[in-house]
């Protein structure tokens, strides 16, 4: 039974994917006239601006993202050099005879 069913479903999906697609056919017969044309390249400039909306808005938003990761990267860093300078300092101090800054 699900033999039969996966090899039907597999039959369907190679002959939808053998129908000819009309949107790109130069010889649809509803494509002929300037107004269909016309209005087809509106429709088609509708979908590319609000996409290009989108992607701008993404954009925006990735940009805003990346900022802030940018920040807390370089306070993290900043931190870091902080926290090393104290250690390096305490070590240098270890070494010249001031025990208290050494580890237990």
Same mark, same amino acid.
């Given at each position: 039974?699900?033999?039969?069913?996966?090899? /039907?479903?597999?039959?369907?999906?190679?002959?939808?994917?053998?129908?000819?697609?009309?949107?790109?056919?130069?010889?649809?017969?509803?494509?002929?006239?300037?107004?269909?044309?016309?209005?087809?390249?509106?429709?088609?400039?509708?979908?590319?601006?609000?996409?290009?909306?989108?992607?701008?808005?993404?954009?925006?938003?990735?940009?805003?993202?990346?900022?802030?990761?940018?920040?807390?990267?370089?306070?993290?860093?900043?931190?870091?050099?902080?926290?090393?300078?104290?250690?390096?300092?305490?070590?240098?101090?270890?070494?010249? /005879?001031?025990?208290?800054?050494?580890? /237990?």
């Amino acid at each position: 039974m699900i033999k039969r069913l996966i090899s /039907g479903a597999l039959a369907l999906c190679c002959v939808l994917a053998q129908a000819p697609a009309r949107a790109d056919d130069p010889h649809d017969p509803t494509m002929r006239s300037p107004a269909a044309r016309a209005r087809d390249r509106a429709i088609i400039r509708q979908l590319n601006l609000r996409e290009l909306a989108k992607v701008r808005a993404r954009d925006a938003r990735w940009a805003r993202e990346n900022t802030q990761r940018r920040t807390e990267h370089d306070a993290a860093m900043e931190r870091y050099h902080r926290d090393m300078a104290r250690w390096r300092q305490a070590v240098a101090r270890c070494r010249a /005879g001031e025990y208290r800054y050494c580890d /237990g």
